[in-house]
């Protein structure tokens, strides 16, 4: 899988997306496919940012559940 596309490159294509000018005239101008070009584009659409935001979950998962925490914390204070 290659890498991303370097930033100034990515700048100068959401440029030429703000002057709606034509994906395939974009591509030949900065030398990318017009695949990256589209790709950028419609992220932009659906994200706001040239490429989508992670969705891996980083971290640990909970070791209780939110549900499972108020219990424990509700029969603590109960007994105090």
Known sequence: MP???PD???NRILIRLALDEP???IANAIGVGKKTVYKI???????GVPYPPSTVK???PRALLPYQEMVIFNSITIKL
């Open 41 to 47: 584009q419609l992220n932009m659409d659906l994200w």
């Open 23 to 25: 994906v395939p005239g």
């Open 8 to 10: 100034e490159v990515v």
């Open 58 to 60: 980083l971290g640990r």
């Open 3 to 5: 890498g991303r596309t």
